[in-house]
């Protein structure tokens, strides 16, 4: 029985989790759940699955999820980051899936492994912005750390027990977006309700629009980097526009192994909360004589320069990570509220990366101060 903990349970990740744990009511068992805003979504969770613990952006949403409660008093509900991080280091849990967006993430993820938890970790925004104390902690608490995202679930399942020396390089897949055939000079009129229109995947809309610029695929680079202790050299991107190869891994003696599947985040999400089993689900199943044929092709980086801005400033490292990242989420937020264009978010993270002075071995305090004046600098 794998008792789980939640962090972000109403989210796209969140609810599919919650679909998994549904499937497997004898595999799994929800400890705790937190939330932002949705109050009205996470009390259906809090009766349908009785966790000990659950969490809210602020205490005006806990007295909200209080009354929506009524009679039921089993779980205890907190707010606020406080609450966030009670909620990661709940006792009862054994595993933490951190799925809430954003460096709000980094905080309970630390908590969660100083108190021992292994992590299911879909934020990329943790390793993003600081990789190398995430996964030093990691280490040196002995516990473990499961990818899921679905690419690198994938290159986690092609590399099996292979040594890291036998690695020549990582492939990482991507869609291209629904702008991958758009003329580049249309593509200042881009609208948020076309950018939110993602041709294979149903995620939450800040990823989304990072897979239309491409920056999803850097943030992911990033955090490969860090999961499996490569070089960014080793790294290579390549649009795949059938979502089907969701990565892969090339070996020393030219071989390539690729991981394929549907493209449905509760296969990843399932393998690793059952990792080291495999368990059955009803999910359908790829029929590969449906699809008949897959392509690759490379990014535009003049196109879609979000990419180049987070290869650079992955492999500067330091606090420029944090940096990109923050001033990511609030060119996404504000382009999601239609005060900037498409081509200005890039624009805004080239831009705030550029004004940064770099600390190069940051701790955590200096990585949350750099975050704070990005955001500051972005919305400038």
Request: with cysteine.
């Amino acid at each position: 029985m794998r008792n789980v903990s939640i962090l972000g349970s109403t989210g796209s990740i969140g609810r599919q989790a919650l679909d998994v744990a549904l499937k497997n009511p004898d595999k799994i068992k929800i400890a705790a759940l937190a939330a932002g805003s949705n109050v009205e979504l996470l009390a259906e969770q809090i009766k349908k699955f009785q966790p000990k613990v659950a969490s809210v952006a602020s205490e005006e949403y806990a007295f909200k999820l209080k009354n929506l409660l009524g009679s039921h008093k089993s779980t205890e509900i907190l707010y606020g980051n406080e609450g966030l991080i009670t909620t990661a280091t709940c006792s009862e849990a054994d595993v933490v899936l951190t799925a809430v967006t954003g460096i709000v993430g980094l905080v309970p993820t630390l908590k969660a492994i100083e108190a021992g938890k292994d992590i299911a970790l879909a934020n990329k925004e943790t390793l993003v912005a600081a990789g190398k104390l995430v996964m030093d902690r990691v280490y040196a608490k002995g516990v473990k750390l499961y990818p899921v995202d679905s690419e690198h679930s994938a290159i986690w399942q092609c590399l099996c027990s292979e040594p890291k020396k036998s690695i020549s390089k990582l492939i990482l897949t991507a869609s291209g977006g629904p702008f991958r055939n758009f003329p580049s000079e249309e593509l200042g009129s881009v609208t948020p309700e076309m950018a939110l229109k993602h041709p294979n995947w149903n995620m939450g809309s800040k990823i989304t629009i990072d897979s239309a610029t491409l920056m999803n695929k850097g943030l992911e680079v990033i955090e490969a980097r860090w999961l499996f202790d490569v070089d960014f050299n080793s790294i290579q991107v390549v649009v795949h526009p059938q979502s089907i190869v969701h990565s892969m891994v090339e070996f020393k003696d030219g071989s390539i192994i690729a991981h394929l599947g549907i493209p449905d985040m509760r296969i990843p999400i399932q393998y690793a909360l059952s990792y080291p089993q495999r368990w059955p689900n009803d999910l359908p199943k790829l029929d590969l004589l449906s699809v008949q044929k897959l392509t690759f092709e490379p990014p535009d980086l003049n196109k879609f320069p979000s990419l180049k801005l987070a290869y650079q400033a992955g492999i500067t490292g330091g606090t420029l990570p944090a940096v990109m990242n923050a001033a990511n989420e609030i060119a996404v937020a504000r382009f999601l509220k239609n005060e900037i264009g498409f081509m200005e978010i890039p624009a805004t993270v080239s831009r705030v990366m550029e004004r940064h002075k770099v600390i190069s071995s940051p701790d955590l305090d200096e990585i949350l101060e750099a975050d704070k004046w990005a955001r500051e600098e972005a919305l400038k």
